[in-house]
């Protein structure tokens, strides 16, 4: 009894946890308040979206209110370079490389999202030209779990951005105070223009009131 009893302890920590760290981290348009976009805080919603599939499949539900993680599969579109080389980061050094698959696999199976799954297969899928990011066309989950892509993976099919009806040719992301212009999101050739329109909460990047990006 005392065992159950610190379990659910635990767990109730645990889901606490979780939902403080969607609300702190990402705004209520999807839009993460971490500078650098494309390596730490794809990074932590790796662990975040885990901890959710593993809850939802375990209880049947989820641990708490999971609209803002649902818009952030726009957001990584908004962010996502035409070039591939990543996604867009204010005022931060170059990071070539393909971070935490598991998060684009989570959001897939969470959400039936198939922008999601475009996202994977652009950046980490078949279409993804792995060869620039490493000799090894490795994909780089850096602190996160490499296998958690197999465990959660569900067949969804992919929704091209281009023609969805939930992308625009811009958007605002208000709490985290970004603002992002494009011509499109399928042709490498696309123009991406980024405004940081907000002081930076926290991040290494340290970026200035409207410090931009053009892409």
Request: net charge negative.
């Amino acid at each position: 009894q005392e065992a159950c009893e610190q379990a659910e302890e635990w767990l109730k920590l645990a889901c606490d946890g979780v939902a403080c760290w969607i609300e702190a981290g990402l705004d209520e348009d999807g839009g993460t308040r971490y500078m650098t976009e494309g390596s730490y805080n794809v990074t932590a919603l790796g662990h975040v979206t885990a901890f959710v599939v593993a809850y939802r499949n375990i209880f049947g539900k989820d641990p708490c209110d999971l609209s803002r993680l649902r818009k952030y599969a726009l957001f990584s579109l908004y962010m996502l370079e035409p070039q591939r080389d990543g996604m867009g980061q204010f005022g931060a050094f170059g990071r070539a490389g393909s971070y935490a698959p598991e998060t684009a696999v989570a959001l897939m199976a969470l959400f039936d999202d198939g922008l999601a799954r475009w996202f994977y297969d652009e950046y980490y899928g078949p279409r993804a030209d792995l060869d620039r990011f490493s000799p090894n066309g490795v994909v780089n989950c850096s602190e996160s779990c490499y296998v958690l892509p197999l465990l959660c993976w569900k067949e969804v099919a992919a929704e091209a951005p281009d023609a969805s009806p939930r992308l625009q040719r811009a958007a605002l992301f208000r709490g985290s105070g970004k603002a992002v212009m494009r011509t499109g999101f399928e042709d490498s050739n696309d123009l991406q223009l980024m405004f940081q329109c907000q002081s930076p909460q926290h991040g290494h990047s340290q970026a200035d009131v409207g410090n931009f990006i053009l892409n």
